[in-house]
């Protein structure tokens, strides 16, 4: 079992940064990688970005060159840096962790309950 808290939400104008984060808590060990998704109003849920327990990154073509994942493995802990951040922005961002298993082929997913960010105009 892995348990998933996200903070760092909030309302920013456009243009300013914020910082999210996941604290990790449970089975930490059978994860393989960890990502932040969103899900705007009226929207589907997409993906923000992803990194791999080997340091791979992987990003959405709107957040990139904006946007940046890391992690703090002492603290069991991702983040999601947000600069120049647009209106469009705006949505319920959530964590997640993947379990993705060879024997036999299977993803397991573990998420968040979610934080709002707001961008205004």
């Known amino acids: 079992q892995v348990q998933l808290v996200e903070s760092g939400g909030g309302l920013v104008q456009a243009g300013g940064s914020l910082r999210l984060s996941c604290a990790a808590s449970?089975?930490?060990?059978?994860?393989?990688?960890m990502g932040w998704y969103r899900q705007a109003p009226g929207k589907q849920r997409e993906l923000v970005a992803t990194?791999?327990?080997?340091?791979?990154?992987n990003y959405a073509d709107s957040v990139k060159g904006r946007f940046t994942i890391s992690r703090d493995n002492a603290k069991n802990t991702v983040y999601l840096q947000m600069n120049s951040l647009k209106p469009e922005d705006t949505a319920v961002y959530y964590c997640?962790?993947?379990?993705?298993?060879?024997?036999?082929?299977?993803?397991?997913?573990?998420w968040g309950q979610g934080t709002q960010v707001t961008v205004s105009s």
């Open positions: 997640n962790a993947a379990n993705m298993l060879t024997i036999p082929l299977k993803r397991y997913d573990y």
């Open positions: 990194v791999t327990n080997g340091g791979s990154t």
């Open positions: 449970g089975s930490i060990a059978s994860i393989n990688a």
